[in-house]
């Protein structure tokens, strides 16, 4: 059995802005969002959220629309496999809400905590807890990981891809704020992915 724990730092650039930090045995890990125009007519743009590691799998999450990269319209692959994304978008509590992830013959679950509080990732004989805290060392919010059980570097890519993607959404409060901003603002083009 293998527990460790990790902080990845917030960084902010100009087109892009993300995490960092060193992940116990898995060394420099980096998870970057960046963002680039589709379409001018339109307005949508294609968001990307990269996690590279030194000895983690590459992961790479791609969803279209405004603003943050979210669970709507969205793609991942790790290591250029596709991961099948479901959730239940009708679940009234957090843990009904879960994002369920199927990688080749694995399945995880990955259950926010609550608003920007942080999440847990669980998944064969691991455990990947994320939380959240005013980082030391400058803007923005730093992310503390604790690994518990089989430190399985899927999920471990998994858990932290997730902390550049609004997931709102898998809290019943933001289903809520969801729901009646859609309600107020729709957008034809959206469709949950399912």
Do not use: C, W
Not at 9 to 15: G, I, N, S
Not at 20 to 34: I, L, N, S
Not at 60 to 85: K, M, S
């Amino acid at each position: 059995m293998t527990e460790f724990e990790f902080e990845l730092t917030p960084f902010f650039h100009k087109a892009r802005r993300g995490r960092q930090g060193v992940v116990g045995a898995f060394g420099d890990v980096t998870v970057e969002a960046e963002y680039r125009k589709r379409s001018i007519k339109t307005a949508s743009r294609q968001l990307d959220v990269r996690m590279q590691g030194e000895r983690l799998p590459g992961a790479i999450y791609r969803t279209i629309g405004p603003g943050r990269p979210t669970l709507r319209n969205a793609t991942l692959a790790v290591d250029g496999q596709a991961v099948r994304l479901d959730f239940n978008a009708r679940g009234i509590r957090n843990a009904a809400r879960a994002l369920r992830l199927t990688y080749q013959d694995r399945s995880y679950e990955y259950a926010v905590t609550g608003f920007d509080k942080g999440a847990v990732l669980r998944g064969p004989g691991t455990v990947v807890s994320l939380t959240r805290r005013k980082s030391v060392t400058g803007p923005g919010m730093s992310t503390v990981g604790a690994v518990a059980g089989e430190a399985d570097p899927i999920g471990i890519a998994l858990a932290i891809l997730f902390e550049e993607v609004d997931t709102i959404e898998l809290t019943t409060s933001g289903a809520a704020s969801h729901a009646l901003n859609r309600i107020l603002n729709p957008r034809a083009n959206e469709t949950p992915s399912e």
